[in-house]
């Protein structure tokens, strides 16, 4: 059954309401709202309606209704609908400064470290001005293809190797060697190793590549062995999955989550971080679906989400993405009576300075 005007109106006051207020809202509430011009008796039926459809329900020891979670999905789907129509989009009203940005991507094609700083900083930087709980994931680098490898001598047992992955992300790792080795044997191992590495992913170099590779340096045969466990060790850490989070014990500032017992799953789960990581793969997976093509995204409502001791929250995600197709996850949890106007505005804009930073790297 489809909402009916006046149903819809209702609906939306009684979230707006309880959104601002986390209190129960009763028909007198919504009868002096402005603009809604019903009488207490007309509005008291129409929540019948409402309850009985499921869009609102009555808490144990209250007169008045809070959305439940068909409800929310509905202003939240609404919301969206709004926004996409919107001609005209308002300026964000948290935002990471420009100049923050500037700064920290100066180096930005030097090292990842940079990106991990910058996505870390993400994430506090919204935990502080929304008051929730945040999570940045870095970009999702399995299947991450390897373009270039350049080595360099640093003293006479050690050379650095210098890893580009796609995406323009770098790696450094220092390898100890066993033997001493030229400039000029240096410079040919390095065109070895890009003439067989560069274009394959770390389940493309299998035994029969590092085999050829290891007969045409055989004069060198232990130095390649060496070199070519730690580029498999670093590309094999580049493929895992980091997060951030941040803001956790703000969940403790709103009393529906502030539960010892849902808060300590809550907190643990932000912690510790595994669980996350079924989240941040949904969000990632689900940016094609036509209904979040346009914005990258995803808001999770109670049982919605992938992860257990979220069930009593929202979850608000955005992808962003690195050159070459690598996204990432930013995501914010709160209270089912989050702000999601606010929430997704923020997401959106972040995800946008995001985007531009990496496509200027």
Partial sequence: MDLDERKVKILKAIIKNY???GEPVGSRTISKLEGVNLSS???RNEMADLEELGYIVQPHTSAGRIPSDKGYRFYVDDMMKQRESSVSKREAKVSIKEAELDNMKESLDEQVDKVEELLQNVAKVLANQTNYATMVSTPKFKGN???FIQLSSLESNKILAVLVMEGNLIRNKVIKISEDISQENLLKLNILLNTSLTGLTLEE???SIISKMESQAAEHYNLIKEVLAAIVETISKADSLKIYTSGATNIFKYPELSDSEKASELIYA??????LSSLVLDSVEVVGDENHEDT?????IGDET???SMKDCSVVTATYELSDGLKGTIGIIGPKRMDYEKVVENLQNIRSQLDNVFKKT
């Fill in 19 to 21: 959104l601002e207020t």
């Fill in 296 to 300: 990258g995204i995803q808001v999770y």
């Fill in 41 to 43: 008796a007309t509005i």
């Fill in 270 to 275: 932000l912690e510790e971080k595994n669980d």
């Fill in 205 to 207: 170099m299998n035994l």
């Fill in 145 to 147: 293809k390897l373009k």
């Fill in 306 to 308: 992938p992860v257990q």
